[in-house]
């Protein structure tokens, strides 16, 4: 029950379908290279999350430029 929560996102794959898709990739790249693209993908998404927070930041200081120069 626990392992089938967490590829919810997956859609309606089964644990056979993982298991078989995981195989497939560790035949294409290799033990080896596995690790370097889950790096390469972790430091993807942690550049898109510091870009976000970074326009975030952005709006929300321009939202109070704006107020205060309204006041």
């Keep these: ?3 089938t929560n967490i590829f919810l996102f997956i859609g309606g794959l089964g644990g056979t379908e993982v298991v ?3 195989f497939a990739i560790l035949l294409l ?3 080896k290279r596995i ?3 889950a790096r390469g ?3 993807g998404i942690r ?3 510091d870009a976000t927070k970074e326009i975030k930041s952005d ?3 321009s939202v109070k430029d704006d107020q205060s120069v309204t006041k």
Excluded: D, N, Q, T
């Design 1 to 3: 029950m626990g392992i």
């Design 41 to 43: 993908m972790g430091r």
């Design 59 to 61: 709006i929300e200081s």
């Design 29 to 31: 790249f290799g033990a």
């Design 47 to 49: 550049e898109f999350k």
């Design 35 to 37: 690790p370097e693209l």
């Design 20 to 22: 078989l898709i995981l």
